[in-house]
């Protein structure tokens, strides 16, 4: 069952293509516990200005969660981690936002990953295009800092709900409508 248990969610009647798909996103520490978040924008739509954004993506067919965060983190960061290191999907949720002229409707799994290293700098050689072009930044964040921030962050409440995360807790986020 999702994160709304199974109801349907108001998406706006904006006409745009609906993609659904489920997805696996990372709250990547550096052994120092710095938090791994992208400064991201829409080139296409930029009255959506920009935020922070955990790193991940599409879970493919016949992949786990732990499949996708290995490849999504190597394609994106350059980091490469063994199953191991990544934690349960401890956050579930569902959103929907405005994508390069699509609506996104997502069942997300939030998982930890644990790197052994401090921060370093990231690798984009393997991303996507359009990744290439909505990730001009990144930034290893204190966790206090993300949790005090006034920046606009995906999910939207990751400074509100990332200390629960933290500790243990399991989270079943309601739906979001983040765009």
Known sequence: MDADGGRPVPLPDDGLPVIERSVVRLVVLDIAGRLLLFHTRDPGQPDLGTWWELPGGGIEPA???RDAAVRELREETGIVVAHSQIGPP?????????????????????????????????????????????????????????????ERFYPGQLPALLGAFLDGQEIDEPFELWS
């Open 63 to 65: 992949e786990t969660y």
């Open 90 to 150: 401890a956050w579930r949720r569902r959103a929907s936002f405005r994508h390069r002229r699509t609506r996104r409707l997502q069942d997300e799994v939030i998982a930890t990953v644990h790197l052994f290293t401090p921060a370093s700098d990231i690798d984009e050689s393997q991303r996507l295009d359009y990744e290439k072009e909505d990730y001009f930044g990144y930034r290893w964040w204190p966790v206090p800092e993300v949790l005090t921030s006034g």
